[in-house]
């Protein structure tokens, strides 16, 4: 029963993993501030490949998903 409820619970956060979210102009603006920010600190790791695939962070309502 406790996977279950697991399960129902993880569900729409499982959902917007795969298939994305769109993202609003405000988060869309903080994403590409701190994009900007790793670029000019040379940010070591993989902040840049995971949350900027191509160099770059989602444009205004442009659907994310999580990297695979």
Do not use: N
């Amino acid at each position: 029963q406790a996977e279950s409820l697991m399960r129902e619970v993880l569900a729409p956060a499982i959902r917007y993993a795969e298939q994305g979210f769109p993202v609003s102009q405000f988060i869309a603006g903080l994403w590409a501030h701190e994009v900007e920010a790793a670029h000019a600190a040379h940010a070591p790791g993989a902040f840049l490949a995971t949350f900027a695939p191509g160099g770059r962070a989602p444009r205004d309502l442009q659907r994310e998903a999580a990297p695979r």
